[in-house]
């Protein structure tokens, strides 16, 4: 199994022009003394709304990895999949986020619940670890209404593990096991319990991604309780370094953190723990690039900035269709939305300070932004029209690309 760096940063390229971007910031970070590996990551999902292959993603990375001579590690993640989705995936790909959300909740039978009861009387009773803010205290009933709630997700977990490791060889895949696409959000104690049945099933895991407390909306800060969310996000690496030693889980594994773009309210709540601690951390982002994308050719105006103009109207006149997937993971007050006619009367710069995350700014939307970043299907609608204008406007996209990830996500991520 190759080892995961301590920091990894997951990136999306819905329309893999952006990666030379990309990995030009983390180029930049570098040379600030941060170490960080890119992670290219683009889901099942995306690939289908697009219709792109996996081997794109690949040859993207291994395109930017060459034309800028980055010699650190790299990998491209095969985002989301399960049993029925990973195949396409495997050739391609060395890291894997196994999707086990939708067996959360079902029954485990009982006999097995029994058997890992048994097997784990270190889980009941007042536990002793280092760190938490709290004793955790368990009975037999509480690890035995988990173990109901967890267990088929691991078991689930570690059979498309093995068909991955099976495939392409233990040794040449990353393994994440998330379970963040579900309703509740699991708390320390869950995440141990969790981590001790996918220790029991030999699922190799050097990230897991639970669902934290609060909203992760796609593109926008974090909504809830921050001081809750500290003492649950130390809690969980404080359990996981725990499990590390108890269950011989790799001395790698770490948190994940999905839909990980622009929590800059979390951002100094991650520094500050992984710099007590010495954690490690896996953030991940995705969609967010062909906001920049739009951001970077509504500057450059003319045909560019109609484009984008064009993008918006039609979202906003099918808004239904275009939120539909995502409903549960953004928050637009439609009453909010600049009407189509004052948007088409915006200059590039009104169009792009709406877009572009910057809190507190006067002209920042966050409902247009939200609304644009679903849309996204839109511009692989427009295709080559729109390809050939990001290629045209390179260098003004490359910018905000560079300074989205550099300024507004890794510095206060890893310096502060
Ligand atoms: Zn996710």
């Known amino acids: 199994m190759p080892s995961l760096s301590r920091f990894t940063f997951g990136v ?8 030379k971007s990309q990995l030009s910031a983390f180029q930049q970070l570098a040379a600030l003394g941060v170490s960080l590996t890119p992670v290219w990551n683009k889901s099942n999902r995306e690939h289908s709304f697009i219709g ?32 029925e989705t990973v195949d396409r995936f495997i050739s391609s790909c060395d890291f894997f986020t196994i999707d ?19 097997k784990h009387p270190e889980l009941i009773g007042t536990l002793k670890i280092t760190g938490v803010g709290a004793p955790i205290t368990l009975t037999k009933a509480d690890v035995e209404k988990v173990a109901n709630k967890y267990l088929s997700a691991t078991q689930e977990a570690a059979r498309i593990y093995r068909h991955i490791a099976k495939t392409k060889g233990e040794d040449q895949i990353i393994a994440e096991v998330s379970m963040d696409e579900t ?33 992760f909306n796609k593109g926008v800060d974090y909504v809830g309780d921050l001081v809750q969310f500290e003492r649950e996000f130390n809690d969980d690496l404080a359990v996981i370094a725990h499990a590390i030693k108890a269950y011989g889980l790799p001395a790698t594994l770490k948190l994940s953190l999905h839909s990980g773009s622009d929590k800059f309210s979390l951002y100094p709540i991650i520094r500050r723990a992984t710099a007590k601690t010495g954690a ?12 920049e994308e739009c951001i970077g050719l509504a500057e450059a105006g003319g045909e560019a900035l109609a484009l984008v103009k064009s993008f918006y109207a039609t979202a906003y006149d099918h808004i239904d269709e275009y939120c539909a997937p995502y409903a549960t993971v953004i928050d637009i007050n439609r009453a909010k939305l600049p009407s189509v006619a004052t948007v088409n009367g ?3 710069s009104r169009l792009a300070n709406a877009i572009r995350h910057i809190p507190g700014h006067p002209e920042y939307d966050a409902n247009l932004r939200q609304l644009l970043h679903v849309s996204f299907k839109l511009a692989a609608k427009a295709g080559t029209k729109y390809t050939d204008l990001l290629k045209k406007h390179e260098a003004i996209v490359a ?3 560079v300074a989205n990830l550099l300024d507004r996500h890794f510095k206060p991520l890893f310096i502060g």
């Open 12 to 19: 999306g390229d819905r329309f893999a022009h952006q990666a």
């Open 52 to 83: 792109s292959e996996p081997t794109s993603v690949r040859a993207a990375g291994e395109k930017a990895v060459a034309d800028l001579g980055w010699k650190g590690p790299w990998h491209t993640d095969a985002d989301h999949i399960r049993l």
């Open 100 to 118: 086990v959300a939708e067996s959360i909740g079902k029954a485990a039978p009982a006999d097995q619940v029994a058997a890992f009861i048994a």
């Open 183 to 215: 309703d509740l959000p699991q708390t320390p104690p869950e995440l141990l319990i969790i981590l001790a049945a996918l220790a029991d099933e030999k699922v190799k895991a050097q990230t897991i991604a639970p669902k934290f407390t609060g909203r």
């Open 280 to 291: 490690g951390i896996h953030i991940k982002t995705a969609g967010t690039t062909w906001l």
């Open 346 to 348: 915006w200059s590039g």
């Open 399 to 401: 910018k905000n690309v």
